[in-house]
């Protein structure tokens, strides 16, 4: 007997159908043997459906009082869930976030969890029940209700499996698994059976918007085996676990990609200590994120440095650049918005040399001109004109031997 | 400054707008120099939708899951209500029955209170914080969710009055306050200023549907003067509070009546101790609730036995006589469900005797018979043909003094 931790999403439970398809996957998984906690989110359209009445009074409303409002949307959802397992003969119990015991801090609408006391889930797990527990919320210190904001039910499952020493987190999507590309690009791409933490979340940064990124951390922070699966399809899905030998085999595990990215360059900036700060401060100020930075030694005494933001920042980044070059006296600035960043992750480029020059002779033979490059231990990444994003993708994908059927 | 309870019905908070209507109440409360604690029930509409939904499931949903889904109602009110106070510069802040620490039995769906741990909210009222209560819902010893049952808003909203030691709690309601009869019969009827605890239960429970009689019970159990008035326009209202001196002085308070009511006859049963039991038993054990009972002294060691039920339970209760008719050897059964009952209540009536007696000329003045009598310290009831119910109403209205301008 195995404790299984299942997680449903909003389309997953978006109609009275779906909760009833939800508690049918429940108790098959309950007939194998297992203890089961489910954890869900707010029937899809709920959420905008509160929001929107919010809005009606105040364009802003209070943080505290917005986490009161959202949170009963996952409440209704374990009550329902709850309902529908009943009704099939399955034992169950319905928990909200303070019920569970989800102690966070009190940051609204981003709350972090700080504890689980899980001991009521606990009881009723050894009492025979299912335990469905409302995703998406927890309660300070004070007792007020929180929310986790984003992604924020994958967190309360990865955050239960770990509390009650769970085997394994089920994490169900509208997709079947990760993939060794994205499918509506690469018609070759293959479900991955097994994939390490650390090459999931380059994975997921990198644009495989299956898992929210803080939960794969949370996950392999407390070595929760991970599983990503369909709602709608069977299927073993993805296990996201602690790498093994044989992971280290692959030597590549996939290519991804993101399109939401843009570029600004300013150019002929002074080649002195600290003009990176003086650069980045006024962007991070404006709350830029920035996600690739390369700065190339540069010519008497000047250097060009280059940064990609989030494409809805870009006119906004290009404008702050433009005070910057006035006030460092550097040539000029320049941007581009049709730009993909395209990589290739894996374990095994580790203990491989050659992955690099391997990636960048593709490219080239394709005659795809490389903008930018960077890279980490398990993932090299390019920058280049957004019209070589299938191209590349293709390619890469065909050369690194994933192709299905190779 | 007082402390002021104000409550608001699921129509008073029906929609943004009223809602924001509500905030200006209670707005002009707290100008006036008081603190408020507002309770809410759900927006009108919502509990049919979520029951809706919880039906789609299941046709007897478990009652545990049914409150938890329930009480999301008043959550979504509390947080709306806190937003559209914030917004029009009033600092205020939600509390759910949990929150407030309402802790109740573990009955769900009709729960009592047992306890009120009402610090956090003392705390919040001393900030100089509105404090907004979800009504109808508390907290059992495990920290389940309970729901009070109907009217239990009412009950929150006296509740939390005891707690706080408040020196009013004010029941908004779509009539102006309690009137001497039902103005759609009488349209001299008016409004009364004051009435005794005890008046408004013999009021209430005889069709003067104001207010729920469990709440008046709560407050004069702990002395809480309770006032109804109009969430839809201005005026002072009934209050309801300890009976005093000048009430004494009033006879006669109002003319109720209640035409729910239908009468069965069991005759001719034998005149031997415990034949009521035997009659009674049966109807009890099939859950209908009996009003009046009547038996008159027989002859020939024989009586006949009436009472009065709901007339939705007429049928029911008609076939449930017959069986016991058959098994006593009575003579036979009959009822009518086309009966009303009219009262005269009034503290006054105590220490005036002849009140009967001049009801009784009143009616018979007009030709009208009577069927069944019956008596309590305050007030006295008759069952009549329902097609005298204005006709009764108003003569006694008129015959009492209670007519406006007199």
């Given at each position: 007997?195995?404790?299984i931790v299942q ?13 009833q ?6 108790i098959a998984?309950?007939?194998q ?9 707010a ?7 509160l929001?929107?009445?919010s809005?009606?009074?105040s364009?802003?409303?209070g943080?505290?009082e917005l986490?009161?409002l959202?949170s009963?949307g ?5 009550a329902?869930l709850s309902?529908?397992l009943f ?12 019920q569970v015991?989800?102690?966070t ?10 504890n689980?006391?899980a ?7 050894q009492?025979g029940k299912?335990?469905v ?7 300070d210190?004070k007792g007020?209700?929180?929310t986790?904001g984003?992604?924020?039910s994958?967190?309360t ?5 770990a509390?009650?020493e769970a085997?394994?987190?089920?994490i ?29 979340l380059?994975?997921?940064s ?5 898992l929210q ?5 949370f ?6 085996s ?7 399809k069977d299927?073993p899905?993805?296990?996201i676990?602690n790498?093994?030998?044989?992971m ?11 399109r939401?990215?843009?570029k600004?360059?300013i ?6 200590p600290?003009?990176a ?5 006024p962007?991070a100020?404006?709350?830029i994120e920035?996600d690739m ?8 005494n000047?250097?060009n ?5 989030h494409r809805n920042d870009y ?13 460092l006296?550097?040539?000029?600035v ?6 993909v960043?395209i990589?290739?992750v ?5 203990s491989?040399?050659g992955?690099a020059s391997?990636?960048?002779a593709v490219?080239?033979e394709?005659?795809i001109n490389?903008q ?7 993932k ?8 070589y994003?299938e191209l590349?993708v293709r390619?890469?994908?065909s050369?690194?031997g994933?192709d299905?059927?190779d």
């Open positions: 007997m195995a404790l997680k449903f999403g909003g389309t997953s439970v978006g109609s009275i159908e779906r909760i398809a939800v508690a049918q996957k429940v998984t309950c007939k043997g297992h203890q089961v906690v489910v954890v869900v989110s029937m899809s359209g709920e959420t905008d459906r929001l929107a009445l809005r009606e009074i364009p802003q409303p943080a505290r986490d009161v959202l009963t996952e409440q209704v959802t374990i329902l309902m529908a009704e099939m003969g399955c034992a169950a119990e319905s928990f909200t976030g303070a015991g989800i102690l801090d009190s940051v609204h609408s981003r709350a972090r969890i700080r689980i006391d001991l009521r889930v606990s009881q009723a797990l009492d299912v335990v527990v409302a995703g998406f919320q927890g309660i210190e007020d209700i929180t986790l984003r992604g924020g994958d967190t499952a990865v955050a239960m499996a509390a009650l085997d394994e987190c089920r169900y999507t509208d997709v079947d698994g990760v993939y060794t590309a994205d499918p509506r690009i690469v018609n070759k791409a293959k479900r991955i059976d097994r994939i390490a933490y650390e090459e999931m380059e994975m997921a990198l644009g495989s918007k299956v990124i803080r939960s794969v951390e996950a392999s922070k407390y070595n929760i991970l599983r990503v699966l369909s709602t709608f299927g899905g993805t296990l676990t790498e093994d030998e044989s280290e085999q692959v030597l590549i595990s996939g290519i991804a990609h993101n939401d990215e843009a600004l360059t150019r002929g900036v002074p080649d002195t600290g003009i700060s003086r650069i980045l401060g962007i100020a404006a709350n920035v930075i390369i700065q190339n030694i540069g010519d008497d000047s250097t440095f280059t940064f990609t933001v006119c906004r980044g290009l404008e702050i650049l433009q005070n910057i070059a006035e006030e006296g550097a040539d000029g320049a941007g581009d918005d049709s730009i960043k990589s290739v894996g374990l095994g480029m580790r491989h040399a992955i391997q990636m960048f490219l080239a394709e005659g490389i930018m490059i960077s890279t980490s231990e398990i090299i990444s390019v920058v280049v004109d957004e019209k994003l590349g390619a890469l994908h050369a690194f994933l299905e059927g």
